[in-house]
Nanobody
Framework: QVQLVESGGGLVQPGGSLTLSCAAS????????MGWYRQAPGKQRDLVAR???????IYADSVKGRFTISRDNAKNTVYLQMNSLKPEDTAVYYC?????????WGQGTQVTVSS
């Protein structure tokens, strides 16, 4: 069972950037498709980016061209580089496998985009 810890969130102004990290343990990390999900208050949790074991990436239309997902298998870590942030990007961001392992959700990391 994979365990996941997200970090790197914070407060940023519109147009700014943040990099999120997801540290994974308890599984063979390199074999999993990994993704970043986000959930705003009152909204469902949505997948915004995914990366396969060989580095193929897919993004939700809402973040395409602004966010970049990457992975470092040697460090058991997945990253999300977020650029040109918008207020609508405000959410708690989570990492997980794709499809998710529902017992492996971490605490998430809060991203707030505001002036």
């Amino acid at each position: 069972q994979v365990q996941l810890v997200e970090s790197g969130g914070g407060l940023v102004q519109p147009g700014g950037s943040l990099t999120l990290s997801c540290a994974a343990s308890g599984s063979i990390f390199s074999m999993h498709v990994m993704g970043w999900y986000r959930q705003a208050p009152g909204k469902q949790r949505d997948l915004v980016a995914r990366i396969t074991n060989i580095g193929t990436t897919i993004y939700a239309d809402s973040v395409k061209g602004r966010f970049t997902i990457s992975r470092d298998n040697a460090k058991n870590t997945v990253y999300l580089q977020m650029n040109s942030l918008k207020p609508e990007d405000t959410a708690v961001y989570y990492c997980n496998k794709v499809p998710p392992d529902f017992v492996s959700w971490g605490q998430g990391t809060q991203v707030t985009v505001s002036s």
